[in-house]
Structure formats: structure tokens, C-alpha cells
């Protein structure tokens, strides 16, 4: 998979790229990041890439001049989603990850400063994506985040190719609790059943620990999970514990 970033700062993700699985992924010839500085595209002996915004007002505005030059010499036509990172976009998920792998090539285009002239929208932005409620100084944080989150999914660059499909949000649910060796620290012992060999024990308990993990805190994922009756029983009974265990405290 290829990756077109634009940016006006490609230095900020030499570190990124330079370490663990997107280290991998490039050297495997998995992952392929292009970084493309804006700054190249302007016209002008100063490479100006920001402007004041018409009507007055704070801060600073990317041009649309270099940005749509930018996109437009690099893909040359092709058909590509080009991501804009900003506060205004549509919220990051695990499923839209999962929807971006599936591309051959994705273009992320870092929103800076005040934002972007409006045009670019119009003219090359195909999805305006946020990675969270609140701002940052530039899209290239919120880039990095969405390329490691992306690259997850693609073929081969995990590992073990279950766990993408077992993070959390994948399956609608928060992950459940993790324990490894050693089996007893300060008193404090891993639970049986992942001691006894018994897959479809181990399986089972899993599952209730994503459940009871997503139940305290984050129950409104289980608005939208797909459960079975007797997960829905097992969570009514959890709901029924804390119940009791408040009027006890009463």
C-alpha cells in the first residue's frame, strides 16, 4: 500500500517511520510513505504557503494555490481518497481504518494553522477526518495516528494476522484483560482458567472480560455490539451485581 503525505513539516515523521511495525512494513516492502513538502509547490522566491484570511480575523490560512499543485502533481489524475486532517472532520475509527486498507493508495493531506482555503475542499479533498475533540497545532500528529492505525490492517504487517481483528473496537467492544508470566506477582495471580489448556474456556472467558471491560467504561459501545442472548443475560447480571453491591453501600 502507498501512502502520498503533504505536508509542511515531513521531519516530523522520520521517528514515526523509523521505529517498530511502519519500520518493518517499509523494509518488507509492505508499506510504501511518499512525504511531499508543501513548500515545494508554491511559486513565489519566499515559497509563501499561508496567507491572512479574507474578512480579517486570527491567525493564518494554507493557500490553495500549492496545496491543489501538490495533490494534483502527484497522483496525476488517479483516482485516490486525499484525507484532510482537521477538527471539522468526521470522527477516526477502527472500521473506517480497516475501509482506508483496502485502497492501493491513500493521499493525507495535513491541515495547519487556522486551516485551509475552502477551495481545497472543493477541488481535491475527497474525506475530512478528525481524530478527536480537540485541536492541534498541525495534522501531522493526527496523520501518524491514522497511518499506523491503517497499516495495522493491511496484510502481513502484524505478526500474527489475529490481532488486528482482536483490538479493541474491532469487534464492537473494548479488548478484554491480558496477563503473561510470571503466574503470581505480589499476590496478585492470573486466573485459572487461562492456565488450563481449555481453548474453549479460555475463549469464553475472554469474551466476558471484553464485555465486562466495555460495560464499565464504555457502555455505549454495547448499543451498537453484536451480542448473543447470553452475553445480553451475562451483562444483566453484571448490571444486577453493581446494583447490589450500591444498596449495600446505601
Keep these: 500500500m502507498r501512502f502520498e503525505i503533504f505536508t509542511l513539516f515531513p521531519a516530523m515523521f522520520e521517528s514515526v517511520l523509523g521505529e517498530s511495525i511502519l519500520k518493518r512494513a517499509r523494509e518488507r516492502g509492505l508499506l510504501t510513505v511518499n512525504l511531499h513538502n508543501i513548500r515545494a509547490y508554491a511559486t513565489d522566491k519566499h515559497q509563501t504557503t499561508d496567507e491572512p484570511p479574507y474578512g480579517g480575523g ?18 496525476q489524475g488517479e483516482s485516490v481518497p486525499v484525507i484532510l486532517t482537521t477538527p471539522q472532520g468526521e470522527r477516526f ?3 473506517m481504518a480497516a475501509d482506508f486498507a483496502q485502497y492501493p493508495r491513500l493521499a493525507i493531506l495535513c491541515g495547519r494553522y487556522e486551516g485551509v482555503d475552502e477551495r481545497v475542499r ?61 503466574p503470581d506477582f505480589r499476590g496478585l495471580r492470573v486466573p485459572e482458567v487461562l492456565l488450563s489448556g481449555d481453548h474453549g474456556a479460555v475463549a469464553r472467558w475472554r469474551r466476558e472480560s471484553a464485555l465486562r471491560r466495555t460495560w464499565q467504561r464504555r457502555p455505549d459501545l454495547l448499543l451498537s455490539a453484536p451480542l448473543s442472548e447470553a452475553e445480553r443475560y451475562f ?7 453493581w446494583a447490589r453491591s450500591k444498596d449495600s453501600q446505601a
Design 58 to 75: 486570527g491567525g493564518m490560512v494554507l493557500k490553495v494555490e500549492p496545496l491543489v499543485r501538490a495533490v494534483e502533481s502527484v497522483l
Design 93 to 95: 475509527t477502527q472500521r
Design 235 to 241: 451483562l444483566g447480571e453484571l448490571a444486577e451485581m
Design 122 to 182: 472543493a477541488l481535491v479533498v475527497t474525506h475530512e477526518v478528525s481524530i478527536g475533540d480537540y485541536v492541534l497545532s498541525g495534522g501531522e500528529l493526527a496523520a501518524m495516528v491514522m497511518l499506523d492505525a491503517i497499516a495495522r490492517h493491511i496484510p502481513h504487517v502484524l505478526g500474527n494476522a489475529e490481532s488486528a481483528p482482536n483490538d479493541s473496537f474491532s469487534s464492537g467492544l473494548l479488548e478484554g484483560a491480558h496477563y503473561t508470566r510470571p
